[in-house]
């Protein structure tokens, strides 16, 4: 099933190569007072099997304006990184997905792996099933989710219905890359009108 990652070195670095060309297009597209961006990377310290990561790697990418008076920081989406977590987004996603998919009794083992704690696994699961179902960005992307992704088993359902059509290399990479709007700030608003 899906409770395994696709082969680790080679995965990772094909996340850290889309993280580089959705950056340096955020690169290109410059600052919106017209300033040039500069790189101003920060080192994230992700836990468990991450940790051992190459430097580069655990590298979130992000931008400073160089123009005076602004200098704002202009952090591009991520497919590694979700919001200010400090595990990897793909492992918030597939232990949180272990927990009620087919081998909850794998769930244990994974924690141990990754070294999350049953404590962060609970707060995982309620951010899947509480938090993500009220943000803006759910509510307008699940439409292009094909098959229907039901609420109540986020998100092994997002899991199954990327995962289930596509090897699992190419379905990890297009389920991150569909989640990546909401790993920058704001991203993850909750929509409070209506
Ligand atoms: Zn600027």
Aim: net charge positive; proline share 7%; glycine share 6%.
């Amino acid at each position: 099933m899906y409770h395994e990652l696709p082969r680790a070195a080679r995965f990772w670095s094909v996340l850290f190569a889309i993280d580089q060309d959705v950056a340096e297009t955020a690169r290109k597209n410059a600052c919106p007072c017209g300033g040039r961006l500069h790189s101003a990377n920060y080192l994230r310290k992700p836990r468990g099997t991450a940790a051992l990561l190459p430097e580069h790697q655990r590298q979130r990418l992000s931008f400073c304006c160089d123009r005076d008076g602004c200098r704002k920081r202009l952090t591009p989406p991520s497919v590694r990184f979700l919001g200010r977590k400090v595990y990897l987004g793909v492992i918030v996603i597939l232990v949180s997905a272990m927990r009620q998919g087919p081998s909850p009794r794998r769930v244990r083992e994974l924690s141990a792996h990754f070294g999350a704690d049953e404590r962060t696994i609970a707060r995982w699961q309620v951010f899947w099933r509480e938090h993500f179902p009220q943000t803006h960005f759910w509510k307008i992307a699940r439409a292009s989710v094909i098959p229907l992704v039901e609420i109540v088993s986020l998100p092994y359902s997002l899991v199954d219905a990327f995962l289930g059509r596509h090897r699992r290399c190419r379905g990890w990479t297009l389920l991150l890359r569909f989640l990546s709007p909401i790993t920058v700030p704001g991203g993850l608003q909750i929509k409070v009108s209506q």
